[in-house]
């Protein structure tokens, strides 16, 4: 499994590094968004847990920096984890006073929600998502904004592109790239990763964990 996670990880990065501990490789990540340094991370579609569905994330050195296990498939919550299991985002789907689900997420901070014994969902979101579908809109390039907490009117992030392609960028007010999602580019000539396995770049100062919870989110989007 360690060779498959660094043969996951090594087309994205130049150099070849020894497979460090969850705690290291998350060290990296707080580095480089501290250095000025671009967060190259690979997510790879699948949770390592048996019939779980989900996500893996893994840093440039081959390490788990993130993971998503989920029991059922598309579940009303998810949990964003560290690679040592500790909750970091909660993300739910916003629904109607009579139960049914709209095209808004929110996200939490930590755990919260039905899953969590001791927490029903007292915290406040600190970001909403909300889904593109202004069919009159001249911009058919828009995925969804982003606006902080549940009240704020105007966005602070848009996100543009192709998730079912896996080439979309999330921008900032100034139209600077903050976050990007490509394609993985194999080494071996012939051989496709496909939509499973790709690549999520991080600009600096744009926190990486938050940037993984947009592309959850955008999963569920565009399923």
């Known amino acids: 499994m360690i060779f498959f996670l660094k043969s996951l990880s090594r087309s994205v990065h130049d150099q070849e590094h020894h497979h460090e501990p969850v705690a290291e490789a998350e060290a990296e990540v707080e580095t480089r968004m501290n250095d000025g ?3 190259s991370l690979t997510v790879w ?18 390490g788990i920096v993130y993971r998503v296990d989920n029991y059922i498939d598309r579940p009303e919550e998810l949990i964003l984890m560290d690679g040592s299991g ?7 789907r916003r629904k109607q006073k009579l139960g049914v689900p709209v095209n808004s997420w929110f996200i939490y901070e930590g755990e919260v929600g039905n899953y969590c014994a001791t927490n029903k969902l007292s915290k406040k979101p ?7 579908i202004n069919i009159l809109q001249p911009n058919h390039n828009v995925l969804a904004y982003v606006f902080r907490g549940s009240t704020d009117k105007r966005h602070s992030f848009v ?3 192709s998730y079912t392609h896996r ?7 100034s139209r600077e790239v903050l976050a990007e999602i490509t394609r993985k580019e194999a080494i071996v000539e012939g051989v496709s990763y496909g ?14 964990g938050f940037a993984m919870g ?5 999963d569920q989007m565009f399923p």
């Open 37 to 39: 340094k671009c967060t």
């Open 45 to 62: 579609r699948k949770s390592l847990l048996i019939s779980c569905n989900g996500f893996t994330v893994i840093s440039s050195c081959g």
């Open 86 to 92: 500790k909750s970091i985002l909660t993300i739910r």
């Open 126 to 132: 600190i970001w909403c998502v909300r889904k593109n």
């Open 159 to 161: 996100i543009e592109g």
């Open 167 to 173: 080439s979309c960028k999330v921008l900032g007010g």
């Open 195 to 208: 939509v499973e396995v790709f690549v999520l770049n991080v600009e600096p100062g744009f926190d990486p």
């Open 214 to 218: 947009l592309l959850l989110i955008l």
